[in-house]
């Protein structure tokens, strides 16, 4: 069996995949055999029916990499299930394609997990592409924390919402359990994999790694931040494709996640609340377009804000 399986689901980001497949190259690790000193692993790519010559590039320029692509766009969870089931290594890293991987990172993140049983998925420290510090360790969220996260009244949130949940009170070059690492990058066991599934696929994007973390403390696995392993993360490339679709997502999986492991009360509320503010929003945009101030970027937003509107920010049980 390889020591890994590298797990990168695309779509339509060829040059930031290209240079995360490069970075890949410098890591340390062994794709043919050869080196007998280094981890073999393998790459898998998933490209969810890209439409900028991702896969054309990725059979010209990388032909060692296991090639999985798909006619539509699935999902972030469903294509990353589709490589887990196709995945060959004792551990799996589940990485975005808009990352670069630093030499070592990958290194010190299997080490940790050989060293450490009882520890079934770690993430690295990841950095923004200008070097600083990207925040990727995590407490599970409470209802507070669903209120404020990424919505208007995130400026109103008390100091103590973000310090907690973001582990702000810990020291980013620590190794320390966490409640759950963001998704960028997420080294995981097989065995894992094989007690608690894959991704929940009620996920298209986002809350899919809270939603594996928690699963995996569940069921009795410890996770992991480790603060001396770094991976660059360019952040967002595929999202600022379509922002309605990605706000919509967002608030949904957010949604979904609430109602399962919160319940139906807990949802309720953090919905109505959520569709307020959104209703609020495209009235104040509205408002200002029709005053005439900055009207396209008004009219750009208002229509934003009325396709989450007329979803409704429904989250199936």
Not at 212 to 236: E, M, S
Request: charged share 20%; net charge neutral; glycine share 10%.
């Amino acid at each position: 069996m390889l020591d890994l399986s590298i797990i990168i689901v695309s779509w339509n980001v060829r040059d930031m995949l290209a240079a995360c497949l490069d970075s890949l190259q410098r890591a340390q690790l062994s794709f043919d055999g050869a080196d007998e000193g280094l981890p073999s692993a393998e790459i898998i790519v998933v490209d969810s029916a890209s439409s900028d010559g991702s896969v054309d590039m990725l059979r010209e320029s990388y032909p060692t990499v296991q090639l999985l692509p798909q006619a539509q766009n699935l999902g972030f969870s469903r294509c990353n299930n589709i490589g887990l089931a196709w995945a060959r290594g004792r551990f799996i890293l589940l990485l975005n394609p808009d990352t670069e991987v630093q030499p070592g990172a990958i290194g010190a993140l299997l080490d940790y997990l050989h060293e450490n049983p009882d520890a079934g998925i770690i993430g690295p420290h990841t950095l923004n592409s200008d070097g600083s510090h990207q925040s990727t360790r995590r407490r599970f969220p409470n209802l507070l924390t669903g209120i404020f996260e990424s919505t208007w009244l995130a400026g109103f949130a008390p100091a103590r919402v973000e310090r907690d949940y973001r582990l702000l009170d810990t020291e980013d070059s620590g190794v320390l359990d966490v409640d759950w690492a963001q998704g960028s990058a997420l080294l995981l066991r097989r065995e894992v994999y094989c007690a608690i599934g894959g991704l929940d696929e009620g996920y298209t994007m986002y809350y899919e790694e809270l939603d594996y973390c928690r699963r995996a403390k569940q069921a009795g696995w410890r996770v992991v931040y480790h603060g001396g392993a770094f991976i660059t993360h360019h952040g967002g490339q595929s999202s600022q494709q379509a922002v309605s679709l990605t706000q919509l997502h967002f608030h949904t999986s957010k949604l979904r996640y609430f109602r399962k492991y919160h319940g139906f009360a807990a949802y309720a509320l953090l919905r109505g609340l959520l569709l307020a503010q959104f209703g609020w929003q495209l009235a104040l945009e509205s408002l200002k377009g029709a005053l005439g101030h900055k009207r396209e970027l008004r009219t750009r937003r208002a229509r934003h804000y009325w396709h989450v509107l007329r979803s409704g920010l429904k989250a199936e049980p």
